[in-house]
Nanobody, 123 residues
Framework: QGTLVESGGGLVQTGGSLRLSCASR???????MGWFRQAPGKEREFVAA????????YYADSVKGRFTISRDNAENTVYLQMNSLQPEDTAVYYC?????????????????WGQGTQVTVSS
């Protein structure tokens, strides 16, 4: 297993909810943490991120109001609560860790990645 391990993916109906978890083997307290997703044939895209110093949250427009990122630095775990899921949310979801000062919406800023967890939303 790598540094970051995601869990919580699965199959859900349209309008349903899932909660993804990302457990880190290293301390995340000084890392920006992000969630990205990649659908078949598409590039990996930003979903949500949380800064390390004050926990400020950022979201892609497509998930604002539906997804919530949270982090527990004491447990070195990051979560993504996903509500009102739609078929277009179907993708492999990845969590990632970025060093301080990173632009958290940019894939290339992240140093560590998990292996991904599949989320499938049926219509």
């Amino acid at each position: 297993q790598g540094t970051l391990v995601e869990s919580g993916g699965g199959l859900v109906q349209t309008g349903g909810s899932l909660r993804l978890s990302c457990a880190s083997r290293r301390s995340i307290s000084t890392h920006g943490m992000g969630w990205f997703r990649q659908a078949p044939g598409k590039e990996r895209e930003f979903v949500a991120a949380s800064t390390w110093w004050d926990g400020t949250r950022y979201y892609a427009d497509s998930v604002k109001g539906r997804f919530t990122i949270s982090r527990d630095n004491a447990e070195n775990t990051v979560y993504l609560q996903m509500n009102s899921l739609q078929p277009e949310d179907t993708a492999v979801y990845y969590c990632a860790a970025a060093p301080p000062g990173s632009a958290l919406s940019q894939v290339d800023e992240y140093s560590y990645w998990g292996q991904g967890t599949q989320v499938t939303v049926s219509s």
